[in-house]
């Protein structure tokens, strides 16, 4: 369970919102949804424990070592980084003690699950902005944490990009994994994510997203 209480985030003395107070049960799939700047990536920065609240606490019943992963927004990767795609991707292995020929087998499988079958030397930056972001959900896949918060996942892929994203969204979810995903295609929340979280500047709400969605005006949460 994700559990926040009396949780305020933002800037030094600048808080997004008022005190919140929310829960997100074990294995549940929850969209985070709401206008530019109103802290949707800041709140998985703060549950991830890379960004210190203002205020208010957040507890997670898992261990904190090796039980979340963070999709981070691809602009915060350095693609003059000197590795390869594969090296990334390999990435998600950290804290595993699986053997080595384990590894390669398991590698081979995720590249090629993700359509990424021969790209595996390329450097990070003869990458465009789709394979990057399937590399890095690759990386992902490899992890095997109880706990994936996503930011944005859907960006820069194409629709095969985007049809394999939500193939693995529901494997997890599957799994009994809990997903938190920034997502700004609400159709695409409408379809795949059965609650979501909505952030204004008066506070959050927990709901059905079909619900939730249909009854906010399309700019309040674009």
């Known amino acids: 369970m994700i559990r926040c209480q009396a949780l305020r985030w933002g800037a030094p003395g600048q808080p997004l919102t008022p005190p919140v107070t929310f829960e997100l049960a074990n294995g549940s799939l929850t969209a985070v949804v709401?206008?530019?700047?109103?802290?949707?990536?800041?709140?998985?920065?703060?549950?991830?424990?890379?960004?210190?609240?203002l205020a208010g606490n957040v507890e997670l019943d898992v261990p904190r070592r090796g039980s979340l992963s963070f999709l981070p927004q691809q602009?915060?990767?350095?693609r003059q980084f000197p590795i390869s795609l594969q090296e990334l991707v390999a990435a998600g292995f950290w804290g595993n003690k699986q053997t080595p020929h384990v590894r390669s087998q398991r590698l081979g499988a995720v590249l090629e699950d993700w359509h990424l079958?021969?790209?595996?030397?390329?450097?990070?930056?003869?990458?465009?902005?789709?394979?990057?972001?399937?590399?890095?959900?690759?990386?992902?896949?490899?992890?095997?944490?109880?706990?994936l918060l996503l930011d944005e996942p859907h960006a820069a892929l194409d629709e095969l990009g985007q049809a394999l994203l939500w193939k693995?969204?529901?494997?997890?979810?599957a799994e009994g994994r809990t997903l938190v995903v920034v997502?700004?295609?609400?159709?695409?929340?409408?379809?795949?994510?059965?609650?979501?979280?909505?952030?204004?500047?008066?506070?959050?709400?927990?709901?059905?997203?079909?619900?939730?969605?249909?009854q906010q005006p399309q700019t309040q949460v674009a």
Request: one cysteine or more; charged letters at 15%.
């Open 183 to 214: 997502c700004h295609d609400l159709a695409a929340v409408r379809q795949h994510i059965p609650q979501a979280l909505l952030i204004k500047s008066s506070g959050c709400v927990l709901a059905p997203s079909v619900e939730l969605i249909k």
């Open 168 to 173: 693995h969204i529901h494997t997890w979810h």
């Open 75 to 78: 602009q915060h990767l350095d």
């Open 34 to 53: 709401g206008a530019n700047g109103s802290g949707k990536s800041s709140l998985l920065k703060v549950i991830a424990g890379l960004q210190r609240p």
């Open 117 to 147: 079958s021969g790209l595996e030397h390329r450097p990070l930056m003869a990458l465009s902005g789709g394979e990057l972001q399937r590399a890095l959900l690759a990386r992902l896949s490899l992890a095997e944490a109880p706990v």
